[in-house]
């Protein structure tokens, strides 16, 4: 069967950790069910799509669990939303923009379309797992999602922590206003680009690796770009077409 993935890493101890592909479909309940014609059919088509990405991960079905995605810079611990029902987690799912699982037990979703992904996993001291996922588009950036991520692994006990930076926009593709870049790299100078073409742009991957190497943590950059390649899925490029996922599991 095809891979569903553009990337997966064995990250050692059974843990893994992937970006899904377009060949995976949408996965998100909002983005590209919102427009449809027939609202009902495209929600079970994500269902569907979850669940399949399940089999292929080796996980039970149901056991992903995503998040409504704010652009805040809130970490959850998933343990605190674990008791939720499974019809309800996935009609009113958890709301933030990053999570860990300090047992690395729970299968972590983050959603995108050219914001960046962030999926981690960490080790205490004794060689535990743990685990978290962020999203990390401008904005979360600016208001510390991946400096909290990285606090909440370490208050969970984490004492040596990996980040894999998934496929986003990138620096020669994500244009912005000149006022934006100026005020976005204020106090984030790894943010500042410039796009193929000469415009002001920003560079959201530079920037995470500045944060996390800055934070202690091993960058490991898979760079892609979700505006040039178009196995991925892109806000910019096609609109409302829907959402790939960074995802961090043990099979
Ligand atoms: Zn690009």
């Known amino acids: 069967m095809e ?7 064995d990250a050692g101890d059974g843990l893994h950790v992937a970006f899904s592909s377009v060949r995976a479909g949408n996965l998100s309940l909002n983005a590209g069910v919102r427009g449809a014609d027939d609202q009902h059919a495209a929600r079970r088509q994500v269902l569907g799509n979850r669940r399949a990405l399940e089999a292929q991960m080796g996980i039970s079905p149901q056991s992903l669990r995503f998040l409504h995605q704010v652009h805040s810079a809130d970490v959850l611990d998933v343990a605190d939303v674990a008791d939720r029902t499974l019809s309800t987690v996935e009609e ?3 709301v933030g923009d990053a999570w860990i699982s300090a047992d690395a037990g729970t299968p972590l979703a983050i959603m995108v379309a050219d914001c960046l992904p962030v999926m981690f996993v960490g080790r205490a001291e004794d060689g535990a797992a743990l685990s978290a996922g962020a999203h990390a588009g401008r904005v979360g950036l600016l208001t510390g999602v991946l400096e909290n991520t990285v606090a909440a692994l370490r208050r ?9 930076i998934g496929p986003a926009a990138c620096g020669s593709c994500y244009e912005v206003p000149e006022a934006m870049r100026q005020e976005s790299s204020r106090h984030r100078p790894a943010l500042v680009s410039e796009t193929s073409w000469g415009t002001p742009a920003l560079n959201l991957r530079g920037e995470a690796a500045a944060v996390l190497r800055t934070q202690g943590v ?3 950059d898979l760079g ?10 892109s ?6 077409q829907g959402r790939f996922a960074g995802l961090v599991w043990r099979a």
């Open 3 to 9: 891979t569903p993935f553009w990337r997966h890493i």
């Open 92 to 94: 009113e799912p958890p």
């Open 156 to 164: 969970a006990g984490a004492a040596q922590i990996s980040a894999w």
């Open 218 to 220: 091993e960058v490991h």
């Open 224 to 233: 892609g770009c979700t505006i040039e390649d178009d196995s991925l899925f």
């Open 235 to 240: 806000h910019r490029r096609a609109p409302e």
